[in-house]
Every structure is written in C-alpha cells, then in structure tokens.
C-alpha cells in the first residue's frame, strides 16, 4: 500500500461523485472586489461580511500588536502563551455580548470539537439540529455523548426528545447554528431557548455567521429575537464578520474556568498571534461605530434575495447575508459557478458533504460594501446562468 494508491482509490471515488474539489487562488486583499484565478471578479462568497478584514483601523492595530508583542504567542496559553491582549480581547468579547466571560481559541472548529466534550460525556446526551455545523458534529464524535439528531428547525420534535430524555440523563446539550450556515436561515432561538430552560438541558448557540451581523447591535441570531440572556453558551468566529482569525466561547464565568481546565482543542494548542488578537479587538469596537455596516450587509442582502425572487428564483430558506440558490446536480452546479466567474463573479459551488446529496447549490454572501448596482449585476448574471445550462457547460 502507498500513498499513491490511496490517492487513487479515494480520489478516484470522489471524482466519480462529482464532489473532487480544488482550491481557487485569490490575490489582493479579501473585499468586495478582487482577483481570483487571475481573473477580476466581484467577490460573492466569503464571509467578511462587514469588510472589516481590510479595514484600516483593523489593519493598523494588527500592524501595531506585531511591533509590540511579535508575531507569535509562541505556546499555550496553559503555558507561556497567555498575553495581556488576549486577556483584554476576551474581556471585550464578553463586554460585547453582555455575558461573564469569554475565552477564545484558535477556530471556531476547534471552539466546537473543545467545548462540547466539555459539557458532555459519555451516557449524557447531544441533541443537535440535523443541519448543524461539521464541528459541532465532529465535537459530539470527540465528547463520545449520544447524540439524537432532530430535523432541522423542528421545535416540536426537539420538546419530545427533551421531555423523552430529561428525566434520565446526568447532562443535556441542545447545539444549533445561529444562522445555518449553507442555508441562511435563523434558528428558532426564541423557542429553542425556553425549552431548553424548561427540561433542564444547556444551550450552545453557534452563531459563526451572525456575530455582529444580526441583531438591533449587531450581537447576533439570540439578540435578533431578544433571546441573548437565555443562551448558556455563545460560540461565535472571528474570522468572519470579525475579519481577524480565531473563535469565542462565551457565557457565565464558570464556563471559562471549566473550559480552561478540560478543553483539549484551547489545552494543547497554541495561542492566538497577537496581530490577530488585536484586530478581532479593534473590529468588535469598528463594529460598534460603525453600525451602518451591518445596515448595508442586509440591505444588500435583501435587494439580491428579492431580485432573484423577481427571477423566479428560489432562496428558501434564507433571512439573512447568506442566499443560497440551488441547482441541485453537482455538475450543473459548477457549471454555473464556472460561467459567473467568466462573467466576473465568484460565486461558489457548494456540494456534498458540506450540504446534502442533491441539493449542490450556490451560497451567494453579499458584503456591507458591495455597491447595489453590483448586487444587481449578480442577480442578472445568475438568473442568465441559470437560464442557459447549455452554456453553462460549455464554459
Ligand atoms: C456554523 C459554523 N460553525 C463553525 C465554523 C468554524 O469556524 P472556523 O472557520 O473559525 O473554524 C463555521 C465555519 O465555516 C461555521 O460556518
């Protein structure tokens, strides 16, 4: 056996699904336009939402946080590697959100796959919504809880697992996304919440992609339906709508302790370079200046929604920045993501396993500084794209 014929094997198996990706270069600074694969395009799928990944007062303060601690925390924070900054970024977090304490790791994937083996263990019970995200999954796998899986967004069938399993188990997690992330949809936080208040089970609220886009203050999916104080545990990225790198947990002040003593993903693992610490810190307070960001992300967000709707095209389920439109067959759908980026759009793809089998789709994510005519220059792209599959192919 070598490594070839590994490669083949498993490679050969994903190119006959359909699903053999490869990664587009992008060059520049992420924002609203750039140049991918050496071609200039309109950027439509990343989630620097906000467009604070190239802000000057974010970049400054990364500038300045490498003159002043280096670029590196050069080990755990267990360790060597707790700095001041780190310290006063989770105080900011968690000032942010109005909670106790916040503590913050490497990615949101390893915020999940640490957080949930903290909380819960073997013969305690996950429940989790069947669209949550791979790290929450992967983080149930490494907790070695039982997991019951209730179809996505299905209050109802949550309220019967935890009347079920309330009375006979030591531990319950309910875990949802904030806004799904491949579907752009909102939990049903408001209802979600109060059950889990109700049957004695804790909440973990992902909200990767609503920090600091949702919400009358930007404070995401649980502030959008007033729900913030009831959410035991606030997991959000800052390498999104934080346009930094790395992720938080947040919640009462015996939530970081428990996570500093047993999370293994924030134990054994270095801590955040402190030029990314320091603009996650200078993006939170941009954020709160700069409201009219948030604004124009849904406001561009809504005109794409309703101008694909005047197509006659589908956006279901989404509320939000994240618009998914789909196609449904693999192929077709990188047809069609191949022929926007001809037409200077990058648009991406999404297949299976990142979303369900036959349902490939492109995830259409607006930025804050995308101008309208730009938006509207997608939305007659994807419409002709769609229109002309034959096309599409031949690109
Ligand atoms: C809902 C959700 N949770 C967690 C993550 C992981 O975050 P990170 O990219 O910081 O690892 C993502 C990233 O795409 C996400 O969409």
Not at 281 to 307: H, I, P, T, W, Y
Request: charged content about 20%.
């Amino acid at each position: 056996m070598s490594i070839q014929t590994i490669a083949d094997r498993v490679l050969g198996e994903i190119q006959q699904r359909g699903t053999y990706r490869r990664m587009r270069r992008f060059d520049g600074t992420q924002g609203p336009r750039m140049r991918v694969d050496g071609r200039e395009v309109l950027a439509f799928a990343g989630s620097n939402y906000l467009d604070l990944a190239a802000h000057p007062t974010v970049i400054q303060a990364a500038q300045e946080a490498a003159e002043s601690h280096g670029c590196a925390a050069a080990g755990s924070r267990l360790i060597n590697g707790n700095m001041d900054i780190h310290e006063a970024l989770e105080e900011d977090i968690a000032k942010f959100f109005g909670l106790d304490s916040a503590l913050v790791f490497a990615t949101g994937y390893m915020a999940n796959v640490g957080v949930i083996p903290a909380i819960v263990g073997s013969g305690d019970l996950l429940v989790s919504d069947a669209l949550n995200h791979a790290s929450i999954v992967d983080g149930a796998r490494l907790a070695k809880a039982d997991v019951a899986i209730f179809p996505h967004g299905d209050v109802d069938e949550l309220e019967r697992i935890l009347k079920r399993e309330s009375s006979r188990r030591r531990e319950i997690l309910v875990a949802v996304d904030g806004i799904y992330s491949m579907d752009g949809d909102v939990a049903p936080l408001s209802e979600i919440l109060p059950l889990c208040r109700r049957y004695g089970a804790i909440s973990l609220v992902d909200d990767a992609h609503g920090t600091g886009t949702l919400g009358p203050r930007g404070r995401g999916s649980a502030e959008q339906q007033n729900a913030l104080e009831h959410v035991d545990i606030l997991m959000g990225t800052l390498g999104k709508s934080v346009g930094s790198f790395g992720a938080f947990v947040a919640g009462g002040l015996t939530l970081r302790d428990l996570l500093i003593n047993t999370a293994r993903s924030f134990i054994f693992s270095c801590a955040l370079a402190p030029p990314a610490v320091a603009a996650a810190q200078a993006a939170f307070r941009v954020m709160d200046k700069e409201s009219e960001r948030r604004e124009a992300l849904q406001a561009n967000a809504l005109r794409l929604r309703e101008g694909l709707a005047r197509h006659g095209i589908s956006t279901d389920p989404s509320s939000t920045h994240i618009v998914p439109v789909i196609v449904g067959e693999n192929a077709a759908t990188m047809a069609v993501c191949e022929t926007l980026l001809h037409e200077g759009f990058h648009a991406q793809g999404i297949r299976h396993p990142s979303v369900p089998e036959g349902t490939a789709r492109l995830r259409l994510t607006p930025m804050a500084t995308h101008r309208a005519a730009e938006v509207d220059a997608l939305v007659e792209a994807v419409a002709t794209a769609l229109s002309t599959p034959e096309r599409a192919a031949a690109v």
